[in-house]
C-alpha cells in the first residue's frame, strides 16, 4: 500500500522556487532543498527524484502561475493597447517591487542553465514562445481593430516586447529606478503608433 505524502506538494513547489530562484541552480545543495522545503531528504527523492527534477518542476510551476497572469490581464483589459500595457506595467511592477532584486526566475534560469542544459532550454523556449504569442495575438487585434499601426509586422513587434521584457527583467537585478522602467515601457508603447 502506498504512503500518503504528509506535505501540500503545490505548496513544496512555491518553495523550491523561491529557493532556487534567491540562491540559483548551481547555489543550492540538496540540504538547503531539505531545510527550506520542511520535508525529509527521502521524500523529497521519493517524491522529486533529485535535485534537477524538482528544479524543472519549479520551473514549470512558475512559468504556468505566469502564463495565468497574462492571460488574466489580457481578458481583463478594454483593449488591445490597454492591454499591452498593463502587461509592461505588470512585470515592471513586480521587478520594482522585489526587495532582493532577484530579476525573473525563467531568465535567471536561461542566464544560468540554459546554455548547457536541453531540458531547461526547452521550458525557456517554451515559456518565451507562450509570451510571445500572447503578445502577437493581442498586438494582432489591435491592428484589426486600428489601435495598433500596421506599419510593423504584429510578430516582428511581438519578439521586440518579449526581448525587451527580457531586457528590463535582468536590469531589475541592478536598478529599482522607476524612471528607468517607465521610460522603456513609454518608448516600447510609442513602436505601437
Given at each position: 500500500?502506498?504512503?500518503?505524502?504528509?506535505?501540500?506538494?503545490?505548496?513544496?513547489?512555491?518553495?523550491?522556487?523561491?529557493?532556487?530562484?534567491?540562491?540559483?541552480?548551481?547555489?543550492?545543495?540538496?540540504?538547503?532543498?531539505?531545510?527550506?522545503?520542511?520535508?525529509?531528504?527521502?521524500?523529497?527523492?521519493?517524491?522529486?527524484?533529485?535535485?534537477?527534477?524538482?528544479?524543472?518542476?519549479?520551473?514549470?510551476?512558475?512559468?504556468?502561475?505566469?502564463s495565468n497572469d497574462l492571460c488574466?490581464?489580457?481578458?481583463?483589459?478594454?483593449?488591445?493597447?490597454?492591454?499591452?500595457?498593463?502587461?509592461?506595467?505588470?512585470?515592471?511592477?513586480?521587478?520594482?517591487?522585489?526587495?532582493?532584486?532577484?530579476?525573473?526566475?525563467?531568465?535567471?534560469?536561461?542566464?544560468?542553465?540554459?546554455?548547457?542544459?536541453?531540458?531547461?532550454?526547452?521550458?525557456?523556449?517554451?515559456?518565451?514562445?507562450?509570451?510571445?504569442?500572447?503578445?502577437?495575438?493581442?498586438?494582432?487585434?489591435?491592428?484589426?481593430?486600428?489601435?495598433?499601426?500596421?506599419?510593423?509586422?504584429?510578430?516582428?513587434?511581438?519578439?521586440?516586447?518579449?526581448?525587451?521584457?527580457?531586457?528590463?527583467?535582468?536590469?531589475?537585478?541592478?536598478?529599482?529606478?522607476?524612471?528607468?522602467?517607465?521610460?522603456?515601457?513609454?518608448?516600447?508603447?510609442?513602436?505601437?503608433?
Amino acid at each position: 500500500m502506498a504512503r500518503t505524502k504528509d506535505f501540500d506538494e503545490s505548496e513544496v513547489l512555491n518553495k523550491a522556487v523561491c529557493i532556487f530562484w534567491h540562491k540559483g541552480y548551481n547555489g543550492t545543495s540538496m540540504q538547503d532543498l531539505v531545510d527550506g522545503l520542511g520535508i525529509s531528504r527521502s521524500s523529497l527523492y521519493d517524491t522529486y527524484g533529485d535535485k534537477h527534477t524538482l528544479y524543472l518542476k519549479a520551473l514549470e510551476s512558475y512559468q504556468q502561475s505566469g502564463s495565468n497572469d497574462l492571460c488574466r490581464i489580457v481578458n481583463g483589459a478594454s483593449s488591445a493597447r490597454d492591454a499591452l500595457k498593463q502587461l509592461l506595467n505588470w512585470i515592471a511592477g513586480n521587478m520594482l517591487n522585489d526587495e532582493q532584486s532577484k530579476g525573473c526566475f525563467m531568465v535567471n534560469a536561461q542566464v544560468e542553465v540554459a546554455a548547457h542544459d536541453p531540458a531547461v532550454n526547452a521550458i525557456i523556449c517554451r515559456n518565451d514562445q507562450q509570451i510571445e504569442d500572447v503578445f502577437y495575438k493581442t498586438i494582432k487585434t489591435g491592428q484589426e481593430k486600428g489601435e495598433i499601426t500596421n506599419k510593423q509586422d504584429a510578430h516582428a513587434l511581438a519578439r521586440f516586447i518579449v526581448n525587451t521584457i527580457n531586457g528590463m527583467r535582468v536590469s531589475a537585478k541592478s536598478t529599482t529606478d522607476t524612471s528607468f522602467f517607465d521610460d522603456i515601457i513609454s518608448t516600447t508603447l510609442k513602436i505601437l503608433d
